[in-house]
């Protein structure tokens, strides 16, 4: 019997994540990506490798998945992670008070803290606001956005995944009975078109997930919502610092190389493929990044920048659940053939990953579980090492 | 208060396959204090779709938007474009030299990531290594476990702007070189004969455009300089080495 064919539409993180589950599963993996490798919103994200305790509060559901899969991520993909753990430190006592459900929370998610001194945590990072209450250690780390796509990239295409980036799905193509059987496509180096057939097709093109599926006339409640960065010209930290509060505006600095990134903020737009950098939110970043470390306040600005996140399910910004969904077109819409994954968060890409492979593979009557959990990724590098796909 | 916009004309590199490279003229407004990336990517978002270039981070940490911008090796995310252009003038964007061009401003990684992964340049590094300038006394006790990502971000701006690599596609570059140096002949004996070549170390000619620019603060040309001392010190000390 011959392979089953998977189209993926979308090289951010959960194309390549699931690109390479796919291809460990035995699957034809062909990815379809109208730019390079992270072209939307992974390669932008800020690079928080999430260990829950921004969301243990609120949200254990991605609490829990976050501290799961920054565990496995360490592991796996050590090659893209400053592992250095982070702090969450509080400056006013609605911090203080925070705190009590914050160490409630980290317990119940079995994230471990540890509460330190303010002196201790300024031994730790000597450019943390001075006029810190209290702190606490948490597994936080930073990661290289586009080398961890790479990583997984990399992997999936030693396993045969086929890459075919610069090529952009100009629509779904339906059988008589209205499911997908694949997709119609144009090379951007050729400006050829051709059409590819597959057993299944994966969108995951996350903020733009709902625009690909609007051409077979379905919906996915996925709602774009942007947030603005600004990177630092100087690495005044060597650990994520957080705001111990409710997640809010401008309350996580990390490093990054020879940077730290202050990030982010919340809003709503109309249209996905350009979204400028509003000039209001990088003056909030200033601000509220120089409360967590007064330096940034006089600090040179390197780079102003936006990602629009994916989220899912109703609620307004900061309420809406950051964990992910798999959704299976032929339960939502009759339409058998397509499923969109969207939501989340990079941290959990290979969950998202899973479990996106999962139905997938329940859907084509396969029995073959997942190996990610295990799997050490190939150095990044080796996506680009290895041949391209033939023009069309 | 917004400043006043700027108009300009990007002049960007086009090629697509069996096509002869061209330059095509897009004229649009801009504000002085975007980045160059940001225009480019407006012209891919509303002017034409087919345009091809590489891009991921936006703040210079995957140095995935490398280009020639009005004859300059950039990164395009970082920089600025009042720096580069005025208020009615032309921008001229082009893909990176001594790279494969796969389309328009995209070029082909391939071979210089494969050069990088043989002389094993390490991604990330201890902080001790990191050459950082002036860190606190404070750090070095608690922090000599901390690790982070290494400077070079595998742009590619130094092997473009450098004028051996123009002459000889086998050079393995400024990059490659320094990522030899910080990994260092001691931790790795066998780079010696990776670099000490034709087509390593001795094919640099000091001309230090590699430096000039690097965007990330690696110091190319340094680093060159010091590995040539590092090879011909453990030259010497193999000449007393008993066999």
Same mark, same amino acid.
């Not at chain 1, 990390?254 to 996905?272: A, C, K, N, W, Y």
């Not at chain 2, 978002?45 to 995935?64: E, I, K």
């Not at chain 2, 911008?69 to 208020?87: A, G, H, Q, S």
């Not at chain 2, 990176?96 to 328009?104: E, G, K």
């Given at each position: ?46 690079? +928080? ?25 360490? &592991? ?14 509080? +400056? ?57 796509? +790479? ?44 059409? +590819? ?25 996925? &709602? ?100 992910? &969904? ?67 | ?43 891919? !978002?509303?002017?034409?779709?087919? @345009?091809?270039?590489?891009? !991921? ?114 050079? @393995? ?8 140096? !910080? ?8 780079? @010696? ?33 010091? @590995? ?16």
């Amino acid at each position: 019997m011959s392979k089953p064919h998977a189209i993926i539409i979308g090289a951010g993180f959960t194309g390549t994540a699931t690109a390479h589950d796919l291809a460990l599963r035995g699957f034809d993996v062909t990815v379809i990506e109208r730019g390079d490798i992270c072209h939307g919103t992974s390669g932008r994200t800020h690079g +928080l490798l999430h260990s829950g305790g921004r969301y243990a509060v609120k949200d254990q559901e991605s609490a829990v998945e976050c501290i799961t899969e920054n565990t496995i991520l360490r &592991k796996i993909v050590p090659q893209v992670i400053e592992p250095n753990g982070g702090l969450f430190i509080a +400056l006013d006592e609605s911090d203080l008070h925070y705190g009590e459900s914050f160490i409630e929370s980290c317990e119940t998610c079995n994230i471990p803290i540890e509460e330190i001194k303010p002196e201790q945590a300024l031994r730790l990072e000597p450019n943390i606001n001075p006029k810190l209450l209290t702190a606490f250690l948490i597994p936080d780390g930073t990661f290289d956005p586009l080398r961890l796509a +790479l990583a997984f990239a990399a992997t999936a295409r030693k396993n045969g995944a086929k890459f075919r980036t610069y090529t952009e799905v100009k629509k779904l193509i339906a059988n008589g009975k209205g499911n997908i059987t694949g997709v119609n496509l144009i090379d951007l180096r050729s400006g050829k078109s051709a059409e +590819l057939y597959a057993d299944i097709v994966v969108n995951a093109t996350g903020a733009w997930a709902g625009e690909i599926v609007e051409t077979v006339g379905v919906k996915v409640p996925v &709602k774009p919502t942007p947030g603005v960065m600004v990177a630092f010209e100087q690495r005044f930290v060597q650990r994520t610092v957080n705001r111990l509060n409710k997640p809010g505006d401008g309350d996580i600095v990390l490093p990054q190389r020879r940077m730290v990134v202050v990030g982010t903020t919340s809003f709503e737009i109309d249209s996905l493929d350009y979204v400028p950098v509003i000039e209001e939110h990088v003056k909030l970043m200033i601000e509220r990044g120089a409360q967590l470390i007064p330096a940034i306040a006089s600090a040179k600005v390197r780079g102003k920048y936006m990602a629009t996140r994916p989220l899912i399910g109703g609620g307004e910004g900061r309420s809406v659940a950051r964990t992910f &969904k798999c959704y299976d077109h032929k339960e939502m819409h009759n339409l058998d053939g397509l499923v969109t994954i969207t939501g989340g968060k990079a941290t959990t890409l290979r969950a998202m990953a899973e479990t996106t492979a999962d139905i997938v593979c329940a859907k084509l009557g396969i029995d073959e579980p997942c190996t990610t959990r295990e799997t050490p990724l190939l150095s990044y590098r080796q996506y680009y090492m290895q041949p391209n796909e033939d023009l069309l | 208060m917004s400043p006043a916009k700027w108009n300009i004309t990007l002049k960007i590199h086009r090629q697509k396959q069996g096509e002869t490279p061209h330059f095509e003229d897009f004229a649009m407004e801009v504000d002085p204090d975007e980045y160059v990336l940001d225009a480019v990517e407006r012209v891919w !978002a509303f002017m034409d779709r087919t @345009l091809c270039y590489r891009h !991921a981070c936006h703040h210079s940490t995957c140095g995935a938007c490398g280009m020639r911008v009005n004859n300059v090796e950039k990164l395009t995310c970082i920089t600025l474009i009042r720096d580069v252009t005025r208020d009615g003038a032309t921008l001229k964007v082009e893909p990176l030299r001594n790279f494969p061009v796969v389309s328009d401003l995209a070029v082909d990684m391939g071979t210089f990531y494969s050069r990088m992964e043989t002389v094993d340049a390490r991604a990330v590094l201890p902080i001790p290594e990191a050459e950082v300038e002036h860190p606190p006394a404070e750090w070095e006790a608690a922090d000599a476990q901390i690790i982070r990502l290494s400077d070079c971000i595998e742009c590619g701006l130094c092997i473009s702007a450098c004028p051996a690599a123009a002459t000889s596609t086998e050079y @393995l570059g400024p990059a490659v070189l320094a990522g030899a140096q !910080a990994n260092g002949l001691k931790r790795n004996p066998e780079l @010696l004969e990776i670099v000490d070549s034709e087509d390593g170390l001795w094919r640099c000619h000091s001309a230090f455009e590699c430096t000039v620019v690097c965007p990330s603060f690696v110091d190319p040309a340094r680093r060159i300089m010091d @590995l040539r001392r590092q090879v011909v010190g453990e030259r010497f000390k193999r000449l007393f080495r008993k066999p």
